[in-house]
């Protein structure tokens, strides 16, 4: 079984030798081994190659979203072009104030914060709710 192996390892051994060197083997066996041994070559370079390949295109991923920010303003120009002949009309609904002491409270609350005075100092007669288009 050693000597097998051995015999074995000696012809693949001849057979990349032969590979390198251009040389011809007399035997059959030698020349299927350097056949196999140039088909692997071959297809380890492939693997590799391939590899190579993804990882580039892989890299090139970071580029995208700057390309789609650039299509989204063109078309935001675009759209904005097309409502500036438009005319836009807001349609306001009334809603029902006794509901909404909350919310009066609350915003009573946040403008006297931020103007620093006294929440009793203001009077809010009507809540609209605007509807934006995102």
């Known amino acids: 079984m050693k000597n097998r192996r051995k015999y074995i390892m000696f012809l693949m051994l001849t057979?990349?030798?032969?590979?390198?060197?251009?040389?011809?083997?007399?035997s059959?066996?030698?020349?299927?081994?350097?056949?196999?041994?140039?088909?692997?070559?071959?297809?380890?370079?492939i693997v590799f190659f391939i590899l190579i390949f993804l990882s580039f295109f892989i890299?090139?991923?970071?580029f995208i979203p700057m390309i789609q920010e650039k299509l989204q303003r063109?078309?935001?120009?675009?759209?904005?072009e097309k409502e500036g002949v438009i005319e836009k009309t807001?349609?306001?609904?009334?809603?029902?104030?006794?509901?909404?002491?909350?919310?009066?409270?609350?915003?009573t609350a946040a403008i006297a914060a931020a103007e620093g005075t006294r929440p009793d100092q203001y009077i809010v007669r009507s809540i609209r709710k605007v509807r934006r288009r995102k």
């Open 15 to 26: 057979g990349i030798l032969s590979l390198l060197t251009g040389c011809e083997s007399n």
């Open 90 to 107: 807001s349609v306001f609904e009334e809603e029902n104030m006794v509901d909404d002491l909350e919310l009066v409270a609350v915003i």
């Open 74 to 80: 063109k078309q935001k120009e675009t759209q904005g």
């Open 28 to 45: 059959n066996l030698g020349k299927e081994i350097s056949a196999a041994v140039g088909n692997t070559a071959m297809g380890v370079a």
């Open 59 to 62: 890299s090139l991923f970071r």
